[in-house]
């Protein structure tokens, strides 16, 4: 697969079925309409076929292609969550600006995707079962919880801004490798956009973790 129409079309295929920006509009609605567990399949286990697949085309693939999949799905994905009340989409677009943050870098370094995905993988799973202990699906509910169960509670918090890439917590680390390597790359214009946006994402993450300490 070497001809750029070709491959061009199959990255678009691939982008709309993990749901990256611009082709993320199914995704958060799809998100909103299922319960946690099957939320949570949707969020994790469907990303693994498609990236196999992207990886291994990256590098046929139209470099500005990838940055812009990557650089809109990190924007859209932190926009989008701000204003959300429901927590499955606030989920969904999370998940948009993560898989944005592994498509960026997927030309120059895949093993960065690799370990993106995996501690991606690791932690939404975590906050959804959190969630699903909990029995929450909106943010009002949220602060009913700390009473409750406290330590499941400050579990969920942790998880929540290791997701929002909050240093030191265990997200931190492949945002900070990213960015490194976009820099190397001599893209250091595209790498101060990824860090703000990725700011957006923190600021919802950080409601929510307030929602809970109320």
């Given at each position: 697969?070497?001809?750029?129409?070709?491959?061009?079309?199959i990255t678009m295929a691939l982008a709309l079925k993990v749901g990256l920006a611009p082709t993320h509009f199914w995704m958060p609605p799809v998100m909103q309409g299922l319960d946690?567990?099957?939320?949570?399949?949707?969020?994790?286990?469907?990303?693994?076929a498609p990236f196999a697949?992207?990886?291994?085309?990256?590098?046929?693939?139209?470099?500005?292609?990838?940055?812009?999949?990557?650089?809109?799905?990190?924007?859209?994905?932190?926009?989008?969550?701000?204003?959300?009340?429901?927590?499955?989409?606030?989920?969904?677009?999370?998940?948009?600006?993560?898989?944005?943050?592994?498509?960026?870098?997927?030309?120059?370094?895949p093993q960065l995707t690799i370990l993106a995905l995996i501690l991606y993988i690791v932690m939404t799973t975590a906050t959804f079962l959190t969630f699903k202990t909990m029995s929450v699906t909106k943010i009002n509910t949220l602060a009913t919880n700390w009473?409750?169960?406290?330590?499941?509670?400050?579990?969920?918090?942790?998880?929540?801004?290791?997701?929002?890439?909050?240093?030191?917590?265990?997200?931190?680390?492949?945002k900070w490798l990213i960015l490194q390597e976009l820099v190397t790359q001599d893209l250091p214009l595209t790498a101060t956009i990824m860090a703000l946006s990725a700011l957006l994402s923190l600021y919802f993450?950080?409601?929510l973790c307030y929602a809970m300490a109320l």
């Open positions: 697969l070497t001809h750029p129409i070709a491959t061009t079309l946690l567990s099957t939320g949570l399949i949707m969020a994790t286990w469907q990303k693994l697949l992207i990886i291994q085309m990256a590098p046929a693939t139209h470099p500005q292609l990838l940055t812009a999949l990557g650089l809109t799905s990190v924007i859209i994905g932190g926009w989008g969550g701000l204003n959300q009340t429901q927590l499955r989409k606030i989920l969904a677009y999370s998940s948009i600006a993560h898989l944005g943050w592994m498509v960026i870098i997927v030309q120059f370094k009473p409750k169960m406290p330590i499941i509670t400050t579990t969920a918090t942790l998880t929540l801004l290791s997701l929002g890439g909050l240093p030191p917590l265990t997200g931190f680390m492949p993450y950080l409601r």
